[in-house]
């Protein structure tokens, strides 16, 4: 089925009680869902959805509602959405958090209202200041003031809302007829939980909940689609030309020096060894960079299924650091293993061992030799956390936000002498992903890079 911007249109069908037509879309890359419901209406409506099922009563995904409109990379001001309701002609303009999902919806009659205010709640929830500064989530979730007293805007709005005996008596009801469901929790924040919340767990709970995967768009009136999903498909990467330099790169070497060996027939055995062996190395690259490539593509085009077994990811990071030993010997770097739990999981076991192998042989890559990697693996709750640290050169900051994404490099030069082809990274992100989790990268240029790992445990 053709594409618009990467979105296929997956159904159409009409509604007559409405009077409208309801196109239903999928983002090929990412996952994201879209729903457009067409109708001659002069208001039109969007709306950004993302499914948020609380396992606790600290009540962060009411605090990362009130934080996502506290400023974003492209409208850093403090309230964006104070500066709009002042300018804007929107008829509804808000953001909810229910005990299942959490929405961010507006409606205008005005078209070009609508294009500003849609880029402003994309920007919000996708690109939030909150996950790059803690003074938002201490004023909009909970911070304790020099007296001792705890005050934050949630908080102190949980506070009134669960003070009257009836909430408290609805609170109750609903432990006792949703045990064990997100239903049984205080998706707004139990007050006497909300203070056990740390900055580090709000935004991990971000990464993971908040991914276009996890979202669903719906809009609502006359407009031009195709505009739409531009705005839409803003993430789209150059993976094409990327892919194509990547390739043509091994094959320019060998070419030349296949042509030395070819045109110097008097080339000595000595050189003519060597040759050959360079050309066989990048036979090799050649070959990781097109496996690589077809694991990707396998997961873009969603053929890639997850292949469910019960298994201690303790063992997988076992296995794979005796199968990096060798390499990590012959370097002289000492690995320093730290398992806590044995993490026993639900997952497929072949894409784990995949996601654990890269981190640990990048970081062993990156690190100088006669360096430290430690690897540590522990169980938080429902989830198992695992971290790969090393003590190499670190990754500078600019560079910390592009170090996922396909063929990206931090040292081109480097990379390449290591034998890397800039899609590992790239891989153990979408891995992670497909099973429900987060990866995460912290570093600070000369001090090593620490991966962070975060998997939700499912009970087969």
């Known amino acids: 089925m053709p594409q618009t911007y990467g979105f296929e249109q997956t159904r159409e069908r009409r509604i007559p009680e409405l009077g409208a037509v309801l196109h239903e879309y999928t983002h090929a890359k990412s996952g994201a869902r879209l ?28 605090i990362l509602e009130h934080s996502v409109l506290a400023g974003s990379e492209k409208y850093p001001v403090t309230s964006p959405f104070l500066q709009l309701l002042k300018s804007s002609m929107a008829s509804f303009l808000n953001a909810m958090t229910f005990p299942d999902k959490t929405v961010y919806p507006f409606a205008t009659p005005n078209e070009t209202d609508f294009r500003n205010l849609m880029d402003v709640y ?9 996950m790059v500064d803690k003074a938002v989530f201490e004023q909009e979730g909970w911070h304790r003031d020099a007296d001792g007293t ?3 805007v949630v908080y102190n709005e949980m506070q009134g809302a669960l003070a009257s005996p009836d909430a408290q008596l609805q609170n109750a009801l609903e432990r006792a007829m949703f045990p064990d469901t997100a239903y049984g929790f205080v998706s707004g924040g139990d007050p006497a939980s909300i203070p056990a919340l740390t900055y580090e767990k709000y935004q991990r709970v971000y990464r993971r909940h908040y991914s276009a995967d996890n979202c669903c768009i719906t809009l609502y009136g006359k407009m031009d689609m195709a505009e739409k999903l531009e705005m839409l498909d803003k993430s789209r990467n ?15 070497t060998m070419k030349i020096l296949l042509e030395s060996i070819i045109y110097q027939p008097d080339v000595d055995a000595g050189m003519r060894t060597e040759f050959l062996t360079d050309i066989n190395k990048e036979i090799d690259r050649l070959n990781l960079i097109i496996s690589d490539l077809l694991t990707l593509v396998s997961m873009d085009s969603k053929t890639m299924r997850l292949n469910r077994t019960t298994f201690s990811l303790a063992q997988v990071v076992t296995d794979t650091a005796h199968r990096l030993a060798l390499v990590m010997e012959k370097r002289h770097q000492e690995l320093k293993l730290q398992l806590n739990d044995r993490c026993d999981m639900y997952a497929d076991c072949a ?14 890559k990156y690190t100088q030799e006669g360096g430290v990697i430690r690897v540590r693996l522990i169980r938080s709750g429902r989830d198992a956390i695992l971290t790969v640290s090393d003590n190499g050169p670190g990754i500078p900051k600019e560079d910390q936000s592009h170090i996922f994404d396909r063929f990206y490099r931090v040292d081109k030069a480097r ?4 034998g890397g082809t800039g899609l590992g990274l790239s891989i153990v992100h979408q891995m992670v992903l497909m099973h429900g989790g987060t990866v995460t990268v912290d570093s600070e240029e000369g001090n090593g890079a620490t991966f962070t790992v975060e998997l939700p445990i499912h009970q087969g």
């Open 35 to 62: 729903c457009w419901l067409e109708r001659a209406d002069e208001n039109k409506s969007f709306c950004a959805a993302f499914r948020t099922l609380p396992y606790d009563d600290s009540g962060v995904f009411h």
């Open 122 to 130: 994309l920007n919000a929830v996708f690109c939030p200041l909150a």
């Open 150 to 152: 705890v005050s934050g």
């Open 238 to 252: 150059q993976f094409v030309s990327n892919a194509s330099h990547e390739l043509k790169t091994p094959l320019a």
């Open 351 to 364: 894409k784990l061992t995949q996601v654990v192998y890269n981190l640990m042989e990048n970081a062993s």
């Open 415 to 418: 990379s390449r002498e290591t």
